[in-house]
Nanobody, 125 residues
Framework: QWQLVESGGGSVQPGESLTLSCTVSGQTPGWYATGWYRQAPGKERKAVSCITNSQGSKNYADAVKGRFTISRDDAKNTVYLQMNTLKPEDTAIYYC??????????????????WGRGTLVTVPS
């Protein structure tokens, strides 16, 4: 399995930006993609964005398209989520996960395997 550690969360005002990081370590064979998820208070966890390891293909949830950008640094085994123009509805715990089946365009086809513990992002209204 893999170990994932998220960082970069915090409290920002609406319209501001944050960059989250997810560093992956451990067994790397079979790690095909990395996904970001978020869970708002009292709601279920939802997919946000993902990126494949091989070609760097990316997908985004409609709610974050045009505002969030996912990227990776292979030398550091780290995936980033640049979040711009943050809104109160972006408030959530953000988790990263290794994905077994790549990064399909349909978010419900992602297959998360290992998870990090999450990092909290707060955007007050």
């Amino acid at each position: 399995q893999w170990q994932l550690v998220e960082s970069g969360g915090g409290s920002v005002q609406p319209g501001e930006s944050l960059t989250l990081s997810c560093t992956v370590s451990g067994q790397t064979p079979g790690w095909y993609a990395t996904g970001w998820y978020r869970q708002a208070p009292g709601k279920e966890r939802k997919a946000v964005s993902c990126i494949t390891n091989s070609q760097g293909s990316k997908n985004y949830a409609d709610a974050v398209k045009g505002r969030f950008t996912i990227s990776r640094d292979d030398a550091k085994n780290t995936v980033y989520l640049q979040m711009n123009t943050l809104k109160p509805e972006d408030t959530a715990i953000y988790y990263c996960a290794t994905l077994e089946a790549g990064c399909p365009r349909r978010l419900d086809r992602w297959k998360p395997d290992s998870w990090g513990r999450g990092t909290l992002v707060t955007v007050p209204s």
